[in-house]
Nanobody
Framework: QVQLVESGGGLVQAGGSLRLSCAAS????????MGWFRQAPGKERELVAA????????YYADSVKGRFTISREIAKTTMYLQMNSLKPEDTAVYCC????????????????WGQGTQVTVSS
């Protein structure tokens, strides 16, 4: 079992920045690929970024490329999503997800996921 706890969401004006964190716990947490998906009301779930257990390579959805940066600490159990130049369309619940295989994560297959954190971008 892997437990995931997100933090860092909130309300920000368009053009602003937020940094999301995901703390993973569990015996093998450091060996999982990690990622973030988001879901807004009336929209499909979208995988916005992912990172391998070793810290690279990374994946970004086209909608966030150049604005979001995913990273994980050396101990590999905490992951971050730095979100810059936020837009109102980035408003969603952001959830931390993991899978033992990076390619499965990219196919939106998740082993474990967190409760999510709300990000709201005002115009």
């Amino acid at each position: 079992q892997v437990q995931l706890v997100e933090s860092g969401g909130g309300l920000v004006q368009a053009g602003g920045s937020l940094r999301l964190s995901c703390a993973a716990s569990g015996r093998t947490a450091s060996r999982y690929a990690m990622g973030w998906f988001r879901q807004a009301p009336g929209k499909e779930r979208e995988l916005v970024a992912a990172i391998t257990w070793s810290g690279g390579p990374t994946y970004y959805a086209d909608s966030v490329k150049g604005r979001f940066t995913i990273s994980r600490e050396i101990a590999k159990t905490t992951m971050y999503l730095q979100m810059n130049s936020l837009k109102p369309e980035d408003t969603a619940v952001y959830c931390c997800v993991v899978h033992s295989q990076y390619d499965q994560l990219l196919r939106n297959l998740y082993s474990f996921w967190g409760q999510g954190t709300q990000v709201t971008v005002s115009s």
